[in-house]
């Protein structure tokens, strides 16, 4: 895309009334970026969902003047400016609706990796919670992930820390514009993450670090992420909206079990009662419940020549041949499953001769 491509987009999210689903509508109907700033009033109103009163009140010049000025802190600040239509986008986003048009992001790491967990907890842990978080991060070394959280106090900053100590690529994902860091303690850390990671927001620069922008914030972790462990948490929090975030986009979702008499079990404890969470241990536990292992063995085999197919592996061999190639979060979606459900399709055909991974994470039929 070009600088003024990009200014159309950021300009197009400080547009009062439009949302992530709403600006995508309104970019496919119009053709282009561009074209939606170009548009009359009177085309806008029979685009579908947009509706007459908002036609009338779209106006754009106000939000082209601020996404000016944001370009210019952009370009000052050295970030780097991701839209939704750019390939160094995070692809996994792209499977749900309300996921962000753009992102300013300042870092190295790929945020279309291999594989991605988050870690998220309570701000105040026990030293058990610490401990344990800890070597739940260790333990995640020889899988080679990339690790996502939201640089707040407590498992969430200590998640990051121990990725510094142990040399694993990790993400911030920030509620609020990359003008500063909250909370501004971390910001010695984040500068460590950003050497080998980075920090990333939906938020322009000005924007402060409210209430209302963490849930936001929370929906992106949960979508970035293969895989989200909660480390302490109480019944209510950041950490339950973002499993309940994960369990909704059908990810896996580990929680760490606690005594009953504890406060900071509570949200944990009651995951893994609903059945919302796996109870995690160590991460050989999200190894094994993502099949993880049994993947990396690399096995030859031989394709069939008569090979029988369950019902699941049928639906999946019709979703791969629509499809020169594609990804496994785009599996995962189409066929609303879990992503160790998918892990568990995907091994099954692997075995049987009629699948081919590919790196990226990515899929072809044989």
Known sequence: MTQQEYIYLIALT?????????????????GSIEAVFA????????????????????ETETALLEAEKEWKFIEKSNIQVLSYLDNAFPQR?????????????????????????????TRQPSEYGRIMCDRIVEGLLPYNVLLVSGLAYGIDAAAHR???EVNIPTIGILGHGLDRYYPAEHKSLAK???????????????????????????RIIASLSDVVIVIESKRKGGSIITAEFANEYNKDVFAL?????????????KLIKQNKAHLIESAADVAYITRWEEIDAGKVVQKQLFVELDEDETRMVAI????????????????AMSPSEVASVLLALEFKGMVKSLPGKKYVLI
């Not at 792209?94 to 907890?121: C, E, K, M």
């Open 93 to 121: 986003l792209l499977n749900f609706d309300s996921s962000p048009i753009v992102l300013y992001y300042n870092g190295n790491a790929d945020l279309n990796y291999h594989r991605t967990v988050a870690i998220v907890g």
């Open 162 to 164: 121990k990725c510094v």
């Open 14 to 30: 400080k547009v009062p009334k439009v949302g992530p689903v709403m600006a995508k509508n309104l970019i496919s109907y119009c």
């Open 192 to 218: 460590k993450m950003i050497e080998n990671g980075g920090v990333l927001t939906e938020f322009p620069s000005d924007t402060r670090p409210d209430r209302e922008n963490f849930p936001m914030r929370n």
């Open 39 to 58: 548009e009359s009033k009177k085309n806008l109103k029979k685009i579908p969902g947009i509706g007459h009163t908002f036609a009338e009140s779209f």
């Open 320 to 335: 791969l041949r629509e499809h020169k190639e594609i990804a496994i979060d785009a599996i995962t979606y189409k066929m």
């Open 257 to 269: 079990p606690g005594p009953v008499t504890e406060d900071l079990s509570e949200g944990c404890n």
